[in-house]
């Protein structure tokens, strides 16, 4: 059974640390998401629209090397969307995106899914620009309706979001963000993004998120490790310690490393998600952290091969 990723694949301009200049990385939260998934062994297919652009001949190549099944991705000649990165001093990123007019924006509805995709992978700005997020809304709701499991990750870029080329304000994208609740199986978020969101700052509890439909809540929180949140458990791993060079992909990679144990374990349906047992998610939040702190080890989104990540 094959875990399908939807959203964008963009080009990272990241500071180089010897000096003021930016060298092109491959990324995309969903872009990331399917080469942690391939690079960890588990079958993934991958549904965007690539540039025939250079860029976009380097983000197919990538996505083969991963082992990513591309034969969902649509081609177009408008340019590959550019992320400009800003690095702090602790490693953390921050972004500004040139996306106007750009290949991911414009994906069509893929139609009817086949069976043997069973679990569908949402994220970032595929989320937020139109008229592709339309798209990917409508395709997460039918995903759920028809029995598949869906995660998503809204991974929110203030930037991208009330900008000019973006389509939807801040208060837009939250309500945007609850109508996608009752469709969605695990919903994974960072501390900065649900306090954006609202949880602990507008009355917003986890409890509420659970009570929309949500069946998972797992909750990245750095160095501090990861947390997951359902209707009777609370779950929380720490942080794998390693030297820091960046974030960039940190948390796609837990995204991707969760998706992969879950499939390599069976635990492929709504229900199977229900019945996890606190053991479970233990397993499958300290794989992912373990997957993550390798990414956060070296510079830009990374992830790493099954042979790095192993359970063992």
Same mark, same amino acid.
């Given at each position: ?86 690095? *702090?001093?602790?490693? @953390? ?5 040139? $996306? /106007? #007019?750009?290949? =991911? &924006? ?52 203030? *930037?991208?979001?009330? @900008? ?5 304000? $801040? /208060? #837009?994208?939250? =309500? &945007? ?63 794998? $310690?390693?030297?820091?060079? =960046? ?66």
């Amino acid at each position: 059974m094959t875990i399908l990723v939807c959203g964008e694949a963009l080009v990272d301009l990241v500071p180089v640390h010897e000096g003021p200049l930016l060298a092109p990385k491959l990324g995309g939260g969903p872009f990331n998401v399917a080469v942690a998934i391939g690079r960890l062994g588990s079958p993934v297919a991958y549904l965007s629209r690539i540039s025939r652009d250079p860029f976009g001949e380097q983000i197919l190549a990538s996505l083969r090397d991963a082992g990513v099944d591309i034969s969902w991705v649509q081609r177009g000649d408008e340019p590959t969307t550019l992320a400009m990165t800003t690095l *702090a001093e602790d490693g @953390s990123a921050e972004y500004s995106f040139y $996306a /106007d #007019g750009t290949a =991911d &924006r414009l994906v069509a509805d893929p139609g009817d899914l086949p069976e043997e995709i069973s679990v569908l992978s949402f994220g970032t700005l595929s989320l937020l620009y139109e008229p592709g997020a339309s798209m990917y809304a409508g395709l997460l709701h039918r995903a759920r309706a028809a029995g598949k499991l869906t995660m998503l990750d809204p991974n929110i870029r203030p *930037a991208a979001i009330d @900008s000019t080329s973006g389509d939807i304000t $801040a /208060d #837009g994208f939250r =309500d &945007r963000f609850r109508s996608w609740l009752p469709s969605i199986d695990i919903l994974k978020v960072s501390e900065d993004d649900s306090f954006w969101l609202g949880l602990g700052t507008q009355g917003t509890t986890v409890d509420d998120w659970l009570a929309a439909g949500v069946t998972a809540v797992v909750m990245t929180r750095g160095g501090d490790g990861i947390s997951v949140f359902t209707a009777t458990d609370e779950i929380s791993v720490p942080g794998v $310690a390693v030297d820091v060079v =960046d974030t960039i992909g940190a948390g796609d990679t837990v995204h991707g490393a969760l998706l992969s144990f879950l499939q390599k374990e069976s635990i492929i349906t709504s229900n199977a998600v229900q019945e996890m047992s606190k053991q479970d998610w233990q397993q499958a939040l300290e794989f992912a952290a373990k997957a993550a702190a390798i990414t956060v080890s070296r510079p830009g989104a990374d992830p790493p091969w099954a042979s790095e990540a192993s359970r063992d």
